[in-house]
């Protein structure tokens, strides 16, 4: 599979809040050697954000910048937005 078929999936997973499987398909991207993009990760966040999961929405916004993609207004929205659902807004405040 390429980028567009796991963000097909991916998108999936965010629609059905799904943010453990849109982490296991992160992974297997990165095992599969098929590089992330902006689209991937944030649709990834989104899946989080919609799971009430603030801190492993952070790790992918934290491995963006560690694989050099710019995150977007959509990756810094979906992630205020689950800071906010976690009740962590400090957190959400640091970005």
């Known amino acids: 599979p390429d980028a567009v078929v796991y963000g097909a999936a991916l998108g999936a997973c965010e629609k059905g809040q799904v943010?453990?499987?849109?982490?296991?398909?992160?992974?297997?991207?990165?095992d599969q050697s098929v590089p992330w993009n902006v689209i991937t990760c944030s649709t990834a966040l989104s899946a989080c954000e919609k799971g009430g999961r603030w801190q492993e929405g952070l790790a992918i916004l934290e491995s963006m910048d560690l694989a050099s993609i710019p995150p977007n207004t959509i990756s810094y929205s979906a992630a205020i937005s689950a800071c906010e659902k976690g009740k962590s807004w400090p957190m959400a405040l640091l970005l």
């Open 19 to 30: 943010w453990d499987g849109a982490l296991r398909l992160l992974r297997e991207m990165k």
